[in-house]
Structure formats: structure tokens, C-alpha cells
């Protein structure tokens, strides 16, 4: 059974730096393009930043030079290092897998497997 959880959320203050974790089990990581997204209520699921098994990255304008991703698959773990986080970062943050052919990280619809999701909520 295909399972991701992430970790590392919860309440923060403008400008912290948490680091957010997704563990994939029931497939070989290795194989799989990994993302991550944030949503809001009543709005739609926003890309944030996905990682290829190849290593090729690619990031959503709005936190480039912000957050990191990386992987460790050894771990089975996508991480996401969010530095001088903003008010308007706060959304629960989910994590995707993927080992579609292509490259379309962007678009939920191009993932497999989702995670429950974990909430940020910067404060002020």
C-alpha cells in the first residue's frame, strides 16, 4: 500500500526557517518525481516545488530563493527548507509522488499518490 506522510508544520513566526519532511513507503522512491504544493480554503492546490529522480528541480516564483528541496532517497524522504517564511506562505502543504513519463511537476493532476497534508500558519 502506497503511503506519504509529511511532518514539520504547525504554528511559526514571520521569518522562521522549519523544514517540512515526506516519507513514501510502498514504492521505491528512487523511481519517483516528488512535489510539493500548498492550498488554502476555497482556493485550488498551488505548486510549490517538485524534484525529478534525475535531480532536475523546478520552483514556483513565488518562494524561488526562498525554499529548498532535496531528497534523500536512502530515506525515502523529500524535504522542503522554508526560509524567512511570510504571512501569505501560511496553507496546508502537501506532498506528491509521481513516475509519470514527462516532466509537468506543476499540474496536480500529473501526480499518483498524495499525502493527508500538513498545516503552516505564519504569524505576525
Known amino acids: 500500500q502506497v503511503q506519504l506522510v509529511e511532518s514539520g508544520g504547525g504554528l511559526v513566526q514571520a521569518g522562521a526557517s522549519p523544514r517540512l519532511s515526506c516519507v513514501l513507503s510502498?514504492?521505491?522512491?528512487?523511481?519517483?518525481?516528488m512535489g510539493w504544493f500548498r492550498q488554502t480554503p476555497g482556493k485550488d492546490r498551488q505548486f510549490v516545488a517538485a524534484i525529478k529522480w534525475t535531480g532536475d528541480i523546478q520552483y514556483a516564483d513565488s518562494v524561488k530563493g526562498r525554499f529548498t528541496i532535496s531528497r534523500d532517497n536512502a530515506k525515502s524522504t523529500v524535504y522542503l527548507q522554508m526560509n524567512n517564511l511570510k504571512p501569505e506562505d501560511t496553507a496546508n502543504y502537501y506532498c506528491?509522488?509521481?513516475?509519470?513519463?514527462?516532466?509537468?511537476?506543476?499540474?496536480?493532476?500529473?501526480?499518483?499518490?498524495w499525502g493527508p497534508g500538513t498545516q503552516v500558519t505564519v504569524s505576525t
Open positions: 510502498g514504492r521505491t522512491f528512487s523511481y519517483y518525481a
Open positions: 506528491g509522488a509521481s513516475n509519470r513519463q514527462g516532466w509537468s511537476p506543476s499540474y496536480p493532476s500529473w501526480y499518483l499518490y
